[in-house]
C-alpha cells in the first residue's frame, strides 16, 4: 500500500467533491480520505436548504486546526491535497511539517497574494463584504455557474450544483487574507506541485504561479502546472482524470525521492 492520501476541499463544497478522486487513487494503490470541515457534513443538497447554525461564524483557524490535528494522528506523514481554500490549508500544513507532499490545486494564496484580476477582485469582494457581517454566503445555480462552471453552459452546471455545492462562511476568506493565511516561504519544505486552471474565475493562474515562485529554498522542489480550459471547478467538471492523472504521475516520481532532493527541472524560482 502506497502513502495515505488526505483530500481537503475548499469553499462552498464539501468533502463529496473528492468521491471521484478517492476511487481513482485507491485504485493506484492509495490509501484514500476526504474529511469535512466543520459544519459541512452531509448532503450538499441538505446543507444548502438548511444551513447549519453558526455556519456564518466558521474560521480559518478552526478549520486548520481539524486537519492539523487529523495530520499529527497519522502513523506516517499523509501526503496532502487541496483544493482552493484547501490549497491554502496544504500550504499551512506543509509548513508546518505535517505532509509528505503536498498538492495545491487553484489555491487561495497566503501573505496577502493578490492578483490584478477582475474576475478575482469581484469575487473576493461578494464574498469577504464587510456589509454583510457574519451571514453566510448562500451559493446559487448562477453564481455557482458563473464563479465555478464559466467554463461550462448554465445547463451543463445544474447537476454539478445540485451534487457539490454548499454554502459557506464569508470568515474563511476573510481569514485567507489576515494572521491565519500567512507562512513562512523561506523555509525548507517537502515537494509542493501547485496547478492552475487557465479559465479560473476565482483564482487566477497568474496568482497560482506567483504563489508557487515565492518559495525561495533553493533545495526544495516547488512546481507549477497550468491546464488550460479548466475553470474552477477544475477537480470535477469534464476532464478532471486528466489532472488527477497529472498529479498521480507527480506523486509516483516524488514519493521515493528524499524530502529535499530536488533536480534543477524541479526549480522554478
Known amino acids: 500500500m502506497k502513502s495515505k492520501i488526505i483530500f481537503i476541499h475548499g469553499m462552498f463544497e464539501n468533502s463529496k467533491s473528492w468521491e471521484n478522486w478517492i476511487t481513482y487513487f485507491n485504485s493506484k494503490g492509495y490509501e484514500s480520505t476526504a474529511v469535512d470541515w466543520p459544519l459541512h457534513e452531509g448532503e450538499p443538497a441538505t446543507l444548502r436548504q438548511n444551513p447549519p447554525s453558526g455556519l456564518g461564524d466558521l474560521r480559518l483557524a478552526t478549520i486548520i486546526y481539524k486537519f492539523r490535528q487529523i495530520a499529527a494522528a497519522e502513523t506516517e506523514k499523509p501526503i496532502m491535497i487541496g483544493h ?20 495545491a490545486i487553484s489555491p487561495v494564496a497566503p501573505n496577502d497574494m493578490i492578483s490584478f484580476d477582475w474576475g478575482f477582485f469581484k469575487n473576493s469582494a461578494l464574498i469577504t463584504n464587510p456589509l454583510k457581517g457574519d451571514d453566510p454566503f448562500m451559493m446559487d445555480l448562477e453564481s455557482f455557474h458563473e464563479s465555478f462552471c464559466n467554463t461550462l453552459t ?26 491565519d493565511g ?57 476532464g478532471w482524470e486528466e489532472v488527477a492523472g497529472n498529479i498521480a504521475d507527480w506523486l509516483q516520481r516524488k514519493e521515493d525521492v528524499p524530502p529535499f532532493q530536488t533536480t534543477p527541472a524541479d526549480r522554478i524560482n
Open 84 to 103: 482552493s481554500v484547501g490549497g491554502l490549508i496544504v500550504q499551512v500544513l506543509v509548513n508546518e511539517g505535517l505532509a509528505k507532499l503536498g498538492v
Open 154 to 179: 448554465l445547463e451543463q452546471t445544474k447537476p454539478y450544483f445540485e451534487k457539490y455545492a454548499t454554502n459557506d462562511s464569508r470568515n474563511v476568506l476573510r481569514d485567507c487574507l489576515g494572521s
Open 182 to 238: 500567512r507562512i513562512d516561504l523561506d523555509m525548507p519544505h517537502v515537494p509542493l506541485l501547485f496547478i492552475g486552471a487557465e479559465e479560473d474565475q476565482i483564482i487566477p493562474t497568474d496568482l497560482v504561479e506567483k504563489n508557487a515562485k515565492a518559495y525561495t529554498d533553493e533545495i526544495s522542489s516547488t512546481e507549477y502546472r497550468n491546464f488550460s480550459g479548466r475553470g474552477h471547478f477544475i477537480c470535477g467538471q469534464p
